[in-house]
């Protein structure tokens, strides 16, 4: 167990449909990044926030969208969701010299 | 822009056979990260690497950093079926910016019994 929580842990839902992913990071971590992994990919790098503010950026496509909140935790938010958004979102918050405790992650399924 | 390519994308071997996945950067890193993750599960911290050069062992595998801090490998020795996977590495530019660990594409570890 990392220590980061992700829910759902599945989600289906229709095209067209909005979605919200949640995260709360391991106990003092101040970052958390989100990834999206399509079937048997690699992880790609959508958004990053460090304490309350975005720090970078990735391929995030303009339907996606996220925050990082007072107490951490942060919401990915995909909207106009299409067949090829379907994949694992994870989030990860980092520790020590940046290295990445990651959730278990989202499945999600677009129908 | 800044990339970390890893190498091979998948590798098949029999059970006991050595497995090596390489690691290379278009620029310095400040330090070298691999990740280990398991059908199913998400990807779990191994190991960093911060010194040129650099060697560390944990256990069957073997995680070397280049002198240039370009490139890393890890090699695993007698594979096991528990070591079945995807290893990735992750780079920490030299140059600090907004982005900073950039992950490899991975390599998916097939061990046959």
């Known amino acids: 167990d990392s220590g980061v929580t992700q829910t759902p842990k599945h989600l289906i839902t229709a095209t067209g449909q909005r979605v919200t992913l949640r995260c709360s990071p391991r106990s003092g971590d101040l970052s958390v990044y989100w990834y999206q992994q399509s079937l048997d990919q690699g992880l790609q790098f959508l958004i990053q926030?460090?304490?309350?503010?975005?720090?970078a950026k990735g391929n995030i496509l303009e339907r996606f969208s996220a925050q990082q909140f007072p107490d951490l935790h942060s919401e990915l938010n995909l909207s106009s969701l299409e067949l090829g958004d379907s994949a694992l979102y994870f989030c990860?918050?980092?520790?020590?010299?940046?290295?990445?405790?990651f959730g278990p992650g989202t499945r999600l399924t677009v129908l | 822009g800044q990339q970390v390519m890893q190498i091979p994308q998948y590798q098949h071997v029999q059970e006991g056979e050595d497995f090596t996945t390489y690691c290379n950067s278009s620029?310095?890193?400040?330090?070298i990260q691999w990740y280990k993750q398991r059908p199913g599960g998400h990807p779990v911290f191994l190991i960093q690497l911060v010194k040129s050069g650099e060697v560390k062992k944990q256990k069957r595998l073997t995680f070397q950093f280049g002198e240039a801090k370009k490139n890393s490998s890890l090699h695993i020795t007698a594979t096991q079926t528990t070591d079945v996977g995807t290893y990735f590495c992750a780079g920490l530019p030299g140059d600090t910016g907004g982005f900073k660990t950039i992950f490899g594409a991975g390599t998916r570890l097939f061990v046959k019994a």
């Open positions: 990860a918050s980092t520790g020590a010299a940046d290295t990445q405790y």
């Open positions: 620029t310095t890193l400040s330090n």
């Open positions: 926030y460090y304490n309350g503010e975005e720090r």
